[in-house]
């Protein structure tokens, strides 16, 4: 296994196709045309996405963002929780959009693509991390990384109101189950060169109207901008 920052969109889009086809297989999503799936926050050059890649081909991902006036996903549902967090003075960065084809789940694939984002913690500056999952994973989240319950269990719009709960964890006090990975994450930046991190566009931000509650249009619109440079 190798896992490396996407620095184009092809890399996003393959990663991104690799969460569509999870989601849609667990019932969280409708199907669109295009086979790709996030979120329109994660459309931000304050985002990066983390290949894991087996064979030179994508078989895991995980995507973060970086805190900004635009806020997080998350401030959808936990923006009481999210502000408290602000006004101590934390920097806020979010996990979301994980997803394995392999579909063994397995601990040290987690714990990899996570290390990965805490990597991409320390290159921004952003040490406070939160995450929403599925209640029957907030256990394995505790005890394995570290991470606290701060919010009550909602219900996520976006992916078919399936049950989430805000978790959150500050970087350099993660309960690693391997110790030796918090110890890498901020001593060893490894080949993540996230200065080179794919980078969406120059407004930094699409907002909801542009996204339109669509990927199908997002993703056309990408391909018309690059079709035009190169005209």
């Known amino acids: 296994m190798r896992y490396k920052v996407a620095t184009s969109l092809n890399g996003v889009l393959n990663a991104w196709c690799i969460v569509y086809k999870q989601y849609l297989e667990a019932s969280l999503i409708s199907p669109n045309e295009m086979s790709v799936f996030t979120f329109p926050e994660y459309i931000s050059n304050n985002t990066a996405v983390i290949l894991g890649e087996k064979m030179g081909k994508t078989v895991c991902t995980v995507s973060a963002v970086l805190d900004s006036v635009n806020g997080l996903p998350l401030d959808n549902y936990y923006k009481e929780d999210l502000d408290l967090l602000r006004n101590n003075g934390k920097k806020l960065i979010e ?137």
Request: glycine share 8%.
């Open 95 to 231: 996990i979301g959009l994980l997803a394995d084809a392999r579909g063994t789940g397995k601990l040290s694939s987690i714990t990899d693509l996570l290390s990965s984002i805490g990597r991409f913690g320390v290159f921004s500056d952003h040490h406070d991390f939160v995450v929403g999952v599925h209640p029957r994973r907030v256990k394995f989240f505790e005890s394995i990384f570290g991470f606290k319950t701060l919010g009550s269990i909602k219900g996520y719009g976006k992916l078919n109101t399936a049950p989430v709960v805000l978790l959150y964890a500050h970087g350099k006090d993660l309960e690693v189950a391997a110790k030796d990975v918090n110890i890498e994450i901020y001593k060893d930046s490894k080949d993540f060169d996230f200065a080179r991190r794919y980078q969406f566009n120059p407004n930094n931000f699409i907002s909801d109207n542009e996204f339109s509650e669509s990927v199908e249009n997002f993703i056309q619109s990408l391909w018309q901008q690059k079709t035009l440079q190169h005209a």
